[in-house]
């Protein structure tokens, strides 16, 4: 595709529920990145794909957070059990190789009541 | 001038002047950094990278300073524009583990026409 796509681009969710984020990256872009962004913060680092396995999964912050890439293409981050203070926008981006520029899609906003 | 908010530090700039947004990393060890640019809404746009074999690098309106010394890095922008109004990002990356880029906190560039 021409750009890092990030569905849905909105997600408004109720505490406890479960909550998935979907990111589809450049094609042929074998590194994949996760962060997440608080309003006037930085984006922090969640996760990082290399093709299909999780790389590093450093930065996610317990075990309700949970991302996939079975087939080295598409990503879902998936949030059990969802608390308000997930609340933020979750940034996806993809690069040509690790040590490369990232493109960042435009994000996901989650808000959790 | 430049003041920090409540969220962001922020610089406020006449159009046509030129801007320096500084940005102190962490790591000594790190050894590649990227300015990122975060306009409303979307996700960070990479505007310039440099590595830390280098001092300096020049793009087109931009020129990015880096001094290992002090572990600062600079932006300048030259003839700021309106539509170079958005928060500015540092990002490093150390050669240690997976080679994440970490984000700093960000500067609010603002343009007054």
């Known amino acids: 595709g021409a750009g890092v796509s990030q569905t849905p681009s909105n997600k408004v969710t109720e505490k406890g529920k479960y909550v998935e984020l979907r990111c589809d990256p450049i094609?042929?872009?074998?590194?994949l990145y996760w962060y997440r962004q608080s309003l006037g913060q930085g984006p922090e680092f969640l996760i990082y794909?290399?093709?299909?396995?999780?790389?590093?999964d450093s930065g996610l912050p317990n075990d309700r957070f949970f991302a996939v890439r079975p087939e080295g293409s598409v990503s879902t981050l998936k949030i059990q059990r969802t608390e308000r203070g997930d609340s933020a926008v979750y940034l996806c981006?993809?690069?040509?190789?690790?040590?490369?520029?990232?493109?960042f899609g435009e994000g996901s906003r989650l808000t959790v009541l | 001038g430049e003041s920090v908010g409540l969220h962001l530090p922020t610089l406020s700039v006449q159009e046509g002047d030129n801007s320096i947004i500084n940005c102190a990393y962490s790591?000594?060890?790190?050894?590649?950094f990227i300015w990122y640019k975060q306009e409303s809404g979307k996700g960070p746009q990479f505007i310039i990278d440099?590595?830390?074999?280098?001092d300096k690098r020049q793009g087109q309106r931009v020129t990015v300073l880096l001094n290992k010394t002090v572990k600062h890095l600079s932006l300048q922008i030259a003839a700021t524009q309106p539509g170079d109004s958005a928060v500015y990002f540092c990002?490093?990356?150390?050669?240690?583990?997976?080679?994440?880029?970490?984000f700093g906190r960000g500067t609010s560039l603002i343009v007054h026409p």
């Open positions: 790591n000594s060890a790190s050894d590649y």
């Open positions: 794909f290399q093709g299909t396995g999780a790389a590093d």
């Open positions: 981006a993809s690069s040509k190789d690790r040590a490369g520029e990232l493109f």
């Open positions: 440099i590595r830390s074999n280098m």
């Open positions: 094609s042929g872009h074998t590194a």
């Open positions: 990002a490093e990356n150390n050669p240690g583990g997976s080679y994440i880029p970490t």
